[in-house]
């Protein structure tokens, strides 16, 4: 079992920079898929990234290419979700989200473990 915690959440300007974290106990997350989502209100949860677990290769949603950037911490059993020029449709609740299937996924369904959320608001 994994237990994943976000944290970092809160309120931005727009043009701001904000760094989530995700970090993970009861497993290493060396091994695993990761991915992050997010749920803007009214909306469905949708993919931000995903890291491979084979490789390393990283997928941005078009939305965030150029913007947000994912770092990986092992020693610390952490994922960094740095995310700048932010714009208020950023504006959602992330989640940190782990798998340990090959590869990388797009999809929730592909997720096992999920932390609770972390909310991020862009607002003047």
């Known amino acids: 079992q994994v237990q994943l915690v976000e944290s970092g959440g809160g309120l931005a300007q727009p043009g701001g920079s904000l760094r989530l974290s995700c970090t993970a106990s009861g497993s290493s997350l060396e091994s695993y898929a990761i991915g992050w989502f997010r749920q803007a209100p009214g909306k469905e949860r949708e993919i931000v990234i995903s890291?491979?677990?084979?490789?390393?290769?990283?997928y941005y949603a078009e939305a965030v290419k150029g913007r947000f950037t994912v770092a990986r911490d092992n020693a610390k059993n952490m994922v960094f979700l740095q995310m700048t020029s932010l714009k208020s449709e950023d504006t959602a609740v992330y989640y940190c989200a782990a798998s340990p299937r090959r590869g990388w996924g797009l999809v929730e369904r592909f997720y096992d473990y999920w932390g609770q959320g972390t909310q991020v608001t862009v607002s003047s």
């Open positions: 890291i491979s677990s084979l490789d390393g290769y990283i």
